[in-house]
């Protein structure tokens, strides 16, 4: 947890030497408080004050690397508790499981449809992360032959999951280079798997019903040299494992409780599908580094991997789309033109609208910083000069025959200074998006 | 090793807000339901007392729905011409704790109906069934205003829960609510000082803070969801942390939203990518649903009977 400067105050050498370039060792403390400044300029200070201030700026949740390449995932670091006090920085890994005994046909089948788990929403990809690899054959050669398919036959990250010391390692034989998470540690078996761990660097899970244990197990882990643990508690019931994971979440970083200092996987309790995913979207609200499922149909991992691009977007920073003329349905040269902004909550509300009203059009989203039309009108961010140019930028003259422009009511008021600037009509549309079906149905025909 | 105390007590708690009214009461319901009255977060009962569980109101409307996809429509098919009918339906079979009836049909462009008919489609549905009632207006201000008067009246003693009350509409709606016992929907845009607002404007007409549920408007998964899942938080975070005025519960209106959306209409043949048309809108409804209850809501709207039973089952798993 960050040192107030004060606090940090009180471990400097307080002699005001000026030696680190500041006037006195209030105003060194209070801009390394600030981080606009570094410890080493301070040639007096001591072995205490560097380690207390050292561990207080090595982050309260550790990051955990797993995979190489394009498709590694990095989880945990995260600040806040509530995504509105900054933001949720390092999406939850979403991993579906296969299993290392199914027969070869269904085996390379069920990899072929993980594989392509991936959708576009609002022009960017989402897609999974890890494919969880069970050892449920028990058998070491059958474990390393299916690690060894995977790891040729994928572009994911993989969770190898084996309680046996002996399968890990015969596994980790045939793919520790794509550095997997070894899943599988518990109160019996951690050293060895630490051990392995460490050997074949690779960041490794450990197992408890409780946090207490967990707790424990992870202190020992550190000590043999393993850094990048990942947190799984155990347990059938979702409500308990919704309440570990907050206590997690909030002992790091509330109580800079370094034993649950890291992110957590977690399974989901026995269910139906529906609620594995209800499940799954819970955890990754409320704290998960990786949720993994058994799911592998899109209509049930697409919502998932929304939930995850909506929570996780930055709260501060408003979603935009690309500020260019959209297409809704098979527009034409006689198609109505509506413009709005290019925040994406407006824009996506309109088209939602436009596509509900069977009415084929065009929609030129302005570039207003990502703001809505009220916040843009008032800004100044939206004008007849803005709306001009977007409309010579989008050529949308050449596409439509009719010389009619379709505006947001909010802005009604613009009217006549978009009619002289840019020569073409102005209907006032409706102040809502939502009234645009009745709008276009009567007012455009 | 122990680990750290992480429980953190909440100094206020949310209203305790109750809808119906049983004969004894004034009413005619043999069931009421009562939300609020969480003291932690959702769900974090090792805080204090996480209140009542979310109620699930499944919505009736007073027209038929226009552009239902064919997964939703084939279970309100024969019904959706009589709202009553309707209703009993979603009592009876889909595990409706209230009924919410929006009446979409006064609006002037959409049937333009009369106070008389919109009466007795009110009573035929309290005939109907025996839980309580939410009254939605169609967002015209002054239809809501020349309608929801007399439906107020007309149900004077059912402590429904009729809105909603806006900013710039409030007054007319506010006041018959007040005089006719009924509870209120005060309704901002995604706005958190709009809905601290209107509730502070509601309670200077004299209106009880226990009788108030705050609406912020619903953006679905994937059109907005975290935009009222933060303002839905930082609402009931101020109200936990001894803010009364936002310390009412609140309603999303999940059902509409989720079944606009394009992955919940578009058919097999539009969208093979996106998997089977007959479950891809059920689980879009589902887990908006369960994402805004992490958010701390009290009432969530809803259409699809599948969606309802899951959501339902989730509730259960976490209480």
């Known amino acids: ?445 | 090793m122990e680990i750290a105390n992480v429980v953190e007590k909440c100094a206020g708690v949310v209203q305790e807000v109750t809808i119906g009214a049983t004969k004894e009461e004034g009413g005619t319901r043999r069931k009421t339901v009562t939300i609020g009255g969480a003291n932690s977060l959702p769900f974090m009962d090792f805080d204090g007392n996480p209140g009542h569980k979310p109620a699930i109101a499944i919505d009736v409307y007073d027209i038929p729905p226009e552009d239902w996809p064919e997964p939703l429509l084939k279970h309100y098919e024969d019904v959706v011409n009589n709202p009553a009918n309707w209703a009993k339906r979603c009592a009876e079979e889909y595990g409706a704790d209230l009924i919410c009836l929006k009446l979409d049909g006064i609006h002037p462009d959409r049937g333009n109906k009369s106070a008389d008919e919109t009466v007795s489609t009110v009573k035929s549905i309290l005939e109907a069934v025996d839980i309580p009632l939410i009254i939605w207006g169609c967002e015209n201000n002054e239809r809501d205003n020349e309608i929801l008067p007399k439906v107020s009246e007309a149900t004077k003693g059912e402590k429904c829960l009729i809105g909603g009350a806006t900013q710039e509409n409030y007054k007319t709606i506010t006041a018959v609510c007040l005089a006719d016992g009924h509870n209120l929907i005060t309704q901002a845009p995604v706005d958190i000082n709009i809905g601290k607002q209107i509730n502070i404007l509601v309670t200077d007409l004299g209106f009880p803070t226990d009788r108030i549920v705050m609406f912020q408007t619903t953006g679905a998964l994937g059109y907005g969801i975290e935009y009222c899942y933060s303002i839905h938080e930082r609402g009931r975070i101020a109200g936990l942390s001894g803010d009364r005025q936002m310390a009412t519960p609140v309603i999303c209106d999940v059902g509409h939203e989720s079944w606009r959306a394009k992955e919940s209409k578009a058919s097999d043949s539009e969208a093979p990518q996106w998997g089977s048309f007959a479950d891809r809108g059920i689980m879009w409804e589902a887990i908006t649903a369960v994402t805004l209850i992490q958010s701390g809501v009290d009432i969530i709207r809803m259409y699809h009977p599948e969606a309802v039973s899951i959501v339902k089952e989730h509730i259960e798993k976490l209480t």
């Open chain 1, 1 to 445: 947890m960050a040192l107030t400067g004060l606090e940090i105050f009180k471990l400097l050498p307080k002699t005001n030497c000026k030696k680190c370039g500041r006037a006195t060792c209030l105003a060194f403390a209070m801009q390394l408080a600030q981080k606009k400044a570094e410890l080493k300029d301070c040639p007096d200070v001591s072995e205490e004050a560097k380690s207390v201030l050292g561990a207080a700026s090595t982050p309260p949740i550790k990051l955990v690397t797993i995979g190489s390449g394009e498709k590694q995932i990095s989880i945990g670091e995260e600040n806040v508790l509530f995504r509105h006090e900054e933001k949720f920085y390092n999406p939850t890994g979403v991993a579906v499981t296969l299993s290392d005994d199914l027969d070869d046909e269904a085996f390379n089948q069920r990899l072929k449809k993980i594989n392509a788990l991936k959708f576009t929403r609002v022009g960017t990809e989402i897609e999974i992360d890890l494919i969880a690899l069970q050892n449920n054959s028990g058998d070491a050669s059958k474990f390393a032959e299916r690690a060894k398919n995977v790891s040729d036959n994928t572009h994911l990250s993989i969770i190898l999951k084996s309680k046996s010391v002996d399968n890990m390692k015969a596994a980790l034989e045939t793919c520790a280079d794509k550095k997997p998470l070894i899943f599988g540690a518990n109160a019996e078996n951690w050293e060895a798997m630490a051990t392995i761990a460490k050997e074949k660097n690779c960041p490794m899970t450990i197992s408890a019903s409780t946090l207490e244990e967990l707790a424990d197990l992870t202190e020992k882990i550190k000590e043999v040299g393993v850094t990048e643990i990942v947190l799984n508690q155990v347990s059938e019931s979702a409500k308990e494992i919704l309440q570990g994971l907050t206590k997690i979440r909030r002992a790091a970083l509330r109580k800079a409780f370094r034993q649950l200092g890291f992110p957590a996987l977690t399974y989901m309790p026995n269910g139906n599908p529906a609620q594995e995913i209800a499940s799954a979207s819970v955890f990754m609200s409320k704290y998960a580094g990786i949720v993994v499922v058994d799911s592998c149909e899109p209509w049930q991992i697409m919502p998932l991997l929304t939930v995850r691009q909506n929570i996780f977007t930055d709260p501060q920073k408003p979603v935009q789309v690309e500020s260019k003329l959209y297409e809704v349905g098979q527009a034409n040269e006689n198609s109505p033109v509506l413009f709005t902004t290019n925040f994406s909550l407006t824009y996506y509300t309109v088209e939602g609208e436009v596509e509900a009203s069977r009415t084929p059009a065009y929609i030129l989203a302005v570039e207003t910083e990502g703001t809505s039309v009220l916040t843009a009108y008032s800004g100044d961010k939206l004008n007849e000069d803005v709306i001009s140019k977007a409309m010579t930028d989008s050529k949308i003259e050449e596409k439509v025959k009719h010389r009619k422009l379709i505006i947001p009511g909010l802005v009604a008021v613009l009217s006549a200074k978009i009619q002289e600037k840019t020569k073409w009509e102005v209907l006032v549309g409706p102040k809502e998006a939502s009234g645009l079906p009745t709008y276009l149905k009567t007012t455009w025909h």
